[in-house]
């Protein structure tokens, strides 16, 4: 079946580039999506959603549509998305009411919701990012932005689970070190406890041949010194 001409939905025609772009400031924007990154699009508007599903397809991304609020919930509870494109104004489930359940669940409590309305301003932006949202794109829009965004959020999630990766493993390791070090300190504080009955023996042998010290020659003198001073330090330990 033949998709409905871009002009009649609001949807600016582009190409979608297959390498990095350059940003406005020269640095390079990956546009294009991690392989295969599952999303879900939600839109009451057959033709709309028809088209977005389409150029997404064409995009790399695997695709599931629902028309509805209560349709996304079930789809979203049937395949967990990367990454949800949900309109607000749709009839029985609105999509801030949609985003809200959602959320409230903890398997999507990270999972990026892109909000699509032909309402742009404030009030509605507002409540978006309230339910939950964390990105929001006026209709009609442009599928290369649509796709930037997308990208965006995704790469944005992938360093969040990186990141709380990271700080598992930190926090896993520094648990391990002060296993380590409290095993150094007993070990430590054993080796001295079991020494310490043998070095005051040697010291005690030690002190008496200091006192004696006359009969012993300088030189053996000095190193008998050497051995008490040493001797005592240890027991000090």
Known sequence: HALPAPEVLGVATVGFPKRPGRGRFGGLVHETPSPRSRLLVVDDAPAHLKMLAHALEESGFEVETASGGVQALAAAARHPPDLILLDIDMPELDGFETCRRLKAQER??????????????????????????????????????????????????????????????????????????????????????????????????????????????????????????????????
Not at 114 to 123: H, P, Q, T
Not at 135 to 150: H, L, N, Q
Not at 210 to 219: F, I, N, V
Request: no cysteine.
């Open 108 to 237: 999507f409590a990270a999972t990026p919701v892109i909000f699509l309305s032909g309402l742009s301003d404030v009030a509605q932006r507002l409540i978006a990012f309230a339910a939950g949202g964390v990105d929001f794109v006026s209709k009609p829009f442009d599928i290369a932005e649509v796709r930037a965004r997308i990208a965006t959020h995704l790469e944005l999630e992938r360093l969040r689970r990186v990141a709380e990766h990271n700080s598992r493993e930190l926090a896993a390791s520094l648990s391990k070190l002060r296993e380590l070090e409290h095993f150094r300190h007993d070990l430590v504080h054993m080796v001295a406890h079991d020494m310490r009955s043998p070095l005051m023996a040697v010291s005690g042998y030690l002190e008496f041949l200091d006192l004696e010290g006359e009969s012993l020659a300088e030189h053996h003198r000095e190193l008998v010194a050497h051995a008490l001073a040493g001797s005592r330090t240890l027991v000090r330990l």
